[in-house]
């Protein structure tokens, strides 16, 4: 008996998600910061790979799907770095010492 390769996949992507979620609901607070910037060196490769996917047509056209995919990928990994690197940034701050006023 052989498995259909579509209903293979769906399982493989069904059993991902739960991975996904309870690898990710599991992360104590202090390895948030590390993961996190992580996470901005994995979305910069992203983007170097949309910007190779955007000027992959022959012809450059600016209506081609790979174009609009492409730039599509570059923005939507780019508010993931800049918002990753506020986050990590604001999660730093919590752990700085905070200065008292000396009047």
């Known amino acids: 008996m052989e498995i ?3 209903i293979f996949r769906l399982s ?3 059993l991902s998600i739960f991975i996904g979620y309870y690898v990710v609901w599991s992360v104590t607070p202090s390895l948030h910061t590390p993961l996190m910037s992580v996470t901005n060196a994995i979305s910069s490769v992203i983007i170097v790979g949309a910007i190779i ?3 992959s047509g022959e012809d450059l056209n600016i209506l081609d799907t790979a174009n609009i995919f492409g ?3 570059i923005v939507l990994a780019a ?3 800049f918002g990753g690197f506020l986050v990590t ?3 730093l701050a919590m ?3 905070k200065k008292k006023d000396k009047k």
């Open 71 to 73: 730039f599509l990928a």
């Open 89 to 91: 940034q604001r999660m």
């Open 79 to 81: 508010v993931n770095i």
């Open 4 to 6: 259909d390769p579509f």
């Open 53 to 55: 996917a955007g000027l």
């Open 95 to 97: 752990y700085k010492k």
């Open 12 to 14: 493989i992507f069904i």
